[in-house]
T-cell receptor
């Protein structure tokens, strides 16, 4: 299994509070991704990174920001959480943009 | 834009039954195609993939053939087991980008 961890694994928060999710990899892969999983939608890309300090938006980026200051860490921040951001969040990594993506175990976020 | 359509579930089968999960896609260019599996409480794992027309991906008794003429990548297994119960996602990766586009997922339940 690819060395990908996500923290926290579960979080409950209140509307309007900031939340940061962390993805950590030990594989030295250049590309990292954040997805959200919702019933009926599969997984949808939020943001991705193609190197340290290099990030770009995905399909559902509104309300989210990301940062990557080190190869191994990719942070996803909800500046002011809303109930519509209740979801399961998955991090993924890949060696290049054409290689297979490997997924972390997920973070279950509930915004009350 | 690119999209993936999967048959709706849940699919409920008896052990040793034949499995087919349909997947069709719309994409510009010639995408790579994937099947990912998600077991309860876990992240996604790559099950198999195909990168060009007529390629057959296979793993753990599962197979799927990349059919360009019908834009399909149906997943099949000759004899399912209870341990195959999971959610199966079809996905594509455009040759011109590094983003995975997922179908909505199909829940498979196998009864003993």
């Amino acid at each position: 299994d690819a060395g990908i961890t996500q923290s926290p694994r579960h979080k409950v928060t209140e509307t309007g509070t900031p939340v940061t999710l962390r993805c950590h990899q030990t594989e030295n892969h250049r590309y990292m991704y954040w997805y959200r999983q919702d019933p009926g939608h599969g997984l949808r890309l939020i943001h991705y990174s193609y190197g340290v300090k290099d990030t770009d938006k995905g399909e559902v980026s509104d309300g989210y920001s990301v940062s990557r200051s080190k190869t191994e860490d990719f942070l996803l921040t909800l500046e002011s959480a809303t109930s519509s951001q209740t979801s399961v969040y998955f991090c993924a990594i890949s060696l290049t943009d054409q290689e297979t993506q490997y997924f972390g175990p997920g973070t279950r976020l509930l915004v009350l | 834009g690119d999209s993936v359509t999967q048959m709706e579930g849940p699919v409920t089968l008896s052990e040793e039954a034949f499995l087919t999960i349909n997947c069709t896609y719309t994409a510009t260019g010639y995408p790579s195609l994937f099947w990912y599996v998600q077991y309860p409480g876990e992240g996604l794992q790559l099950l198999l993939k195909a990168t060009k027309a007529d390629d057959k991906g296979s793993n753990k008794g599962f197979e799927a053939t990349y059919r360009k003429e019908t834009t399909s990548f149906h997943l099949e297994k000759g004899s399912v087991q209870v341990s195959d119960s999971a959610v199966y996602f079809c996905a594509l990766s455009s040759k011109y980008g590094n983003k995975l586009v997922f179908g909505a997922g199909t829940i498979l339940r196998v009864k003993s």
